[in-house]
């Protein structure tokens, strides 16, 4: 099972970053290997409708789960049609937000956040 997170950087110390459609990168993490499995970097740069755009990407790299600060209804709707399950997080490291969705401490999120 892949689990995604808008992120600063590229290892498991960076920082979640909160701008979901504008992230530079999003880690992809296995939750099964218990390792990195791919960085994306976000090469979309359309003024409106990157929500759509990246939601679409992440269920193209076959993730299932997606955990981030906020989501707007558009993405949210893609990300819902898609399959891939939601949650909360507060800004932490990717280490962190992946053991607290382990440990089941995050929301799952059933409609959009702004």
């Given amino acids: 099972m892949k689990l995604a997170i808008p992120s600063q950087g590229k290892t498991l110390d960076s920082l979640s970053n909160d701008r979901f459609a504008r992230a ?3 880690v992809i993490y296995d939750l099964e290997k218990n ?3 791919e960085v994306v970097e ?3 740069n359309d003024a409106h409708g990157m929500g759509p755009k990246v939601s679409q990407m992440l269920a193209e790299k076959g993730v299932n789960v997606l955990v981030l600060e906020s989501v707007g209804k558009n993405a949210f709707e893609v990300l819902n049609a898609a399959g891939i399950e939601v ?3 507060k800004k932490d490291t990717l280490s962190n937000i992946i053991e607290n969705y382990k440990n089941g401490k995050l929301e799952k999120v ?3 956040t702004h």
Avoid: K, P, S, W
Wanted: no cysteine.
């Fill in 24 to 26: 530079e990168l999003f």
């Fill in 35 to 37: 390792e990195i499995v």
């Fill in 42 to 44: 976000n090469t979309a």
């Fill in 87 to 89: 949650y909360l997080t």
């Fill in 110 to 112: 059933e409609n959009a």
